[in-house]
């Protein structure tokens, strides 16, 4: 992974010069430059910036609002449409790609971004990078100027959808953001039950089950069945493709979506049912899994015999249905049916959510600034317990041990005190409280709590192990980013 960015000065972009002139471009009257709305808007603290909120853009006058979206999943683009005007959309090339020639979204109104080059918009840098979810989705990385700060400026990070490996932590863009003031996280499985194994394990599961039952049935017409979204999944596909020499069977939708991509017929995906004895279909054909999974055993019969098959082996993959307790592949099977459960997923699991942002909110400052972090806890009487924090604020501060204290006690509301642990501090995981209004985010020097964030990681009462009951968990298809996104706040 590269090591940074540019070393040239970020590219310095207006959103509201661009929309301007992306409504001209279209002939279309251009409305009048409205202050903010009143009304509490999901903006990251400090910017216009909103993050996959293109439904809130009936209520946001334009061009009030600069557009980020993170990756291309109905969940986040819900609320864009063919006439969209409503404001300049920021995301990687790939997703923007899908964004104009899927949901036929005006090119004027997309403006893609290139991963790991800090660019300069509205005042503030922006930076792109890969999220290891779906193609095109990335993380961004967000670098506010704030005149309340001593340091002149304050960090956020917003993961988007994102699965969490190990290369990340060594990441040099992530890891100059370690100390950030908030992280906007994707909590789909923020749960100890869901300790779903890496991808590839899951992946040589699908491949050894066709292999084996090929062998087995050699005199029987048998037919793969894997679920997909539009988007997504798409590493199964083509290692199926790969090691079980064979084509993957998808439909046009499917198949536009590949050659945007840069896949298609070329790499093993094919349109001609003759082709294959592997198809992809939608995502609840073969059984619903929310709030757990019910297979469709009476559908997967219909398309075996629609197709002319005499058996039909379907795989779901998704760490919604994988618990702990419970066996790692399970098989549900009925008459010439049987459908495996896979837990394969493009979100992090438990202990990817812990490790992902202990290495992002905590890192092993200790050891370089060791004297520093000696004097803070003495100064400061914080207990030893708090070493990590001083150690994350010291980096932050290039080892400034009076920059280090200003910081500490110029934000007392932002901070642990001697009785809270947070996930930056500890390794456990805090209790995310629902509050009022759960489209609302923190703005200027208000506390997350105050501005009511959906899901608020609470800096003033003490934390409880994630294993508390009202931990959220959601699968994919129900997971609302705005609803959802868990803030951790410094």
């Not at 809130?56 to 980020?68: E, L, M, N, R, S």
């Not at 704030?146 to 959808?161: C, I």
């Not at 060594?170 to 994707?186: K, P, Q, T």
């Not at 896949?263 to 349109?271: I, L």
Request: charged share 20%.
């Amino acid at each position: 992974m590269s090591s940074s960015s540019s070393s040239q000065s970020p590219k310095s972009l207006d959103s509201l010069l661009l929309h301007r002139n992306a409504l001209s471009s279209l002939t279309v009257a251009i409305p009048p430059s409205d202050p903010l709305p009143a009304a509490p808007l999901p903006f990251i603290p400090g910017t216009r910036f909103l993050i996959d909120a293109f439904r809130h853009a009936a209520t946001v006058p334009a061009p009030a609002a600069a557009y980020f979206l993170s990756h291309f999943h109905s969940d986040h683009y819900a609320g864009l449409y063919p006439n969209w005007s409503h404001g300049i959309i920021f995301c990687s090339q790939i997703t923007a790609d899908l964004v104009t020639r899927v949901l036929r979204i005006p090119k004027q109104f997309v403006f893609p971004l290139p991963l790991r080059e800090t660019a300069l918009l509205d005042g503030s840098e922006v930076t792109l990078v890969d999220a290891n979810h779906c193609p095109g989705a990335v993380q961004f990385l967000f670098k506010v100027p704030a005149k309340s700060s001593t340091t002149g400026f304050e960090m956020y990070v917003h993961t988007g959808d994102f699965r969490y490996i190990s290369s990340m932590s060594e990441d040099a863009l992530l890891r100059g953001f370690i100390g950030c003031d908030a992280v906007f996280l994707d909590t789909t499985y923020c749960n100890p039950k869901y300790v779903f194994p890496a991808q590839d394990e899951a992946v040589d599961y699908v491949v050894s089950v066709i292999d084996s039952v090929r062998k087995e049935c050699l005199d029987k017409r048998v037919l793969f069945l894997i679920a997909t979204y539009v988007i997504g999944k798409e590493r199964i596909l083509l290692e199926t493709a790969r090691r079980c020499k064979t084509k993957v069977l998808v439909d046009g939708k499917k198949m536009e979506v590949l050659r945007v991509l840069g896949y298609g017929e070329t790499e093993g995906f094919t349109e001609d049912v003759l082709e294959s004895d592997v198809h992809v279909v939608g995502w609840n054909v073969l059984g619903e899994t929310w709030p757990y999974f019910r297979p469709n055993f009476v559908k997967m019969a219909e398309i075996m015999a629609e197709r002319g098959y005499s058996r039909v082996v379907g795989f779901v993959p998704t760490g919604w249905t994988y618990e702990v307790k419970r066996n790692k592949f399970a098989v549900r099977t009925k008459d010439s049916c049987e459908v495996h459960l896979v837990p394969y997923s493009e979100h992090s699991n438990y202990d990817e959510l812990r490790d992902g942002n202990g290495n992002l909110l905590v890192d092993d400052a200790p050891n370089l600034y060791g004297q520093e972090v000696g004097q803070f806890v003495q100064i400061t009487g914080v207990d030893e317990s708090f070493r990590s924090y001083a150690a994350t604020i010291l980096e932050r501060t290039k080892g400034d041990i009076n920059k280090a204290l200003d910081i500490h006690y110029g934000k007392p509301e932002s901070i642990p005190g001697k009785d809270v642990e947070t996930l930056a501090v500890s390794d456990k995981l805090v209790q995310p409280q629902s509050v009022t209004n759960e489209r609302s985010y923190a703005q200027g020097n208000k506390s997350l709590q105050e501005a009511g964030v959906g899901f608020a990681l609470s800096v003033k009462e003490p934390a409880v192990p994630c294993s508390d009951a009202t931990l959220m968990s959601l699968p994919p298809e129900k997971y609302d980013p705005i609803k959802h996104g868990l803030p951790l706040h410094l």
